[in-house]
Structure formats: structure tokens, C-alpha cells
């Protein structure tokens, strides 16, 4: 069975400045989908980035940004020029690429606090 | 372009009673996936469902939930004689299912139990 770890429980940043959060995980598949979700207070889920495990160029969207290091199992999301509305729970998860296992794995998250 | 809806998004039973979650899956799209949240934890998977049927249900309890995605309306998530172990959020979500899509969530139901 698949596995996720987030090892930092909390993070806090200045605001406009950069902050990286850690993710790991196991699996022996070769194929795979990492995403990196955010829940505001209102504890709605947000997709913020996805990472299919067999492109080599790491996924970007505006500010965030991932660091996908295959054979270590590492993936962590870059939150440049942080904003206020940027403090959230953020929720790393793996899914399968196998066909009847879609579900996601999510690890524990990292609670990240913006400072003013 | 609706997201995925769930209502209630606030429930509140008493030991024993029935709660039913409804999920709507965005326009188009026939998978559904519904999710738990326990206070200060990830999400934990619980069941997999396409339109008639359950794929996937390695992570229902074996005993008072239920799970149903008919043919026409939405996605029902049933727990029967709720009990104080049940309070929490319950996360719908819902993907097209072209490959390996993304999944995208509802709003979520919380759920307390007196």
C-alpha cells in the first residue's frame, strides 16, 4: 500500500517571501499522480498543482511550483511571493496510475501561517 | 460550470439516528469518490462509485455505511445509528474519468453527533 508523508506539521513565512513544503511517499508502481491540495478555513479542498509521475519536467502554476524527485520519492511545492490568502492546510496525495485503484492517499498536511 | 455540490453542508443526529450526505458530481462527470475527515487528520478514502455501481469500497466501515450512486440523481452517502466516532467532514469528489482525471471536491458535509 501506498503511503504519504508530510513531515512539517507547521510552516509560517513573511509575507512575499518564499516558503517549501516536504512531502514523501512509497509505492513500488512506476506509474503515478502526485497533487498538492489546499484547505482554506472554510475547509473547502483546492487542487493546487498535479505531477504525473512520468513527465520529468516539474509542474508549475503561477506561483507554486514542484520539485519532483522520482527516484528519492519526494515531492515538494513551492509557494513563491506568499500571500495572505495563501494560509491554508496543504494536503499532498498520490493516486495510482492502475486502472480501479483512483483513489487518493492523502498525508497528514502542513497548517502554513502568513506573517503580515 | 457548477462544481461538485453536497448538502447539507452542516448536519447534526443523536446517537442512533440515520444521516444521509447527497453529492452532486460536476456536469459530465460519472465518478464519484466520497472521503472522511476526522478532526485535525487527512482525508481518508472510503468508497469509489461510477453510475449503478461500487468499484471500489476498501475504505467503508463494514458495519452502518452505506453507499449509492444511481442511475439518475446524486451520490448518496448513508451511515444508519450514528454514533459520536462519526462526527466529522465528509468530502464528494468527482472526476471525468479520460485517463487518470483529476478529482475535484465538494464543499463538504460536517456532520456532528450528539
Known amino acids: 500500500a501506498q503511503t504519504v508523508t508530510q513531515s512539517q506539521p507547521e510552516m509560517s513565512v513573511q509575507e512575499a517571501e518564499t516558503v517549501t513544503l516536504s512531502c514523501t511517499y512509497d509505492?513500488?508502481?512506476?506509474?503515478?499522480?502526485l497533487f498538492w491540495y489546499k484547505q482554506p478555513p472554510s475547509r473547502q479542498m483546492i487542487l493546487v498543482i498535479r505531477?504525473?509521475?512520468?513527465?520529468?519536467q516539474n509542474a508549475t502554476e503561477n506561483r507554486f511550483s514542484v520539485n519532483f524527485q522520482k527516484a528519492a520519492k519526494s515531492f515538494s511545492l513551492k509557494i513563491s511571493d506568499s500571500q495572505l490568502g495563501d494560509a491554508a492546510m496543504y494536503f499532498c496525495?498520490?493516486?495510482?496510475?492502475?486502472?480501479?485503484?483512483?483513489?487518493?492517499?492523502f498525508g497528514t498536511g502542513t497548517r502554513l501561517t502568513i506573517i503580515p | 460550470n457548477a462544481g461538485v455540490m453536497q448538502n447539507p453542508r452542516h448536519l447534526v443526529r443523536r446517537r442512533g439516528q440515520e444521516a444521509r450526505l447527497r453529492c452532486s458530481p460536476m456536469?459530465?462527470?460519472?465518478?464519484v469518490y466520497w472521503y472522511r475527515q476526522l478532526p485535525e487528520e487527512g482525508l481518508k478514502f472510503m468508497v469509489y462509485?461510477?453510475?449503478?455501481?461500487?468499484?471500489?469500497e476498501s475504505g467503508m466501515p463494514k458495519e452502518r455505511f452505506s453507499a449509492e450512486f444511481p442511475k439518475e440523481g446524486p451520490s448518496i452517502l448513508r451511515i444508519q445509528q450514528v454514533v459520536r466516532g462519526d462526527s466529522a467532514a465528509y468530502f464528494c469528489?468527482?472526476?471525468?474519468?479520460?485517463?487518470?482525471?483529476?478529482?475535484?471536491f465538494g464543499p463538504g458535509t460536517r456532520l456532528l453527533v450528539l
Open positions: 469528489a468527482s472526476s471525468l474519468r479520460l485517463e487518470q482525471e483529476t478529482q475535484y
Open positions: 509505492t513500488s508502481e512506476s506509474d503515478y499522480y
Open positions: 456536469k459530465g462527470h460519472s465518478h
Open positions: 462509485l461510477q453510475k449503478e455501481n461500487i468499484i471500489d
Open positions: 496525495a498520490y493516486r495510482s496510475f492502475n486502472f480501479g485503484n483512483e483513489k487518493l492517499t
Open positions: 505531477q504525473e509521475a512520468y513527465k520529468q
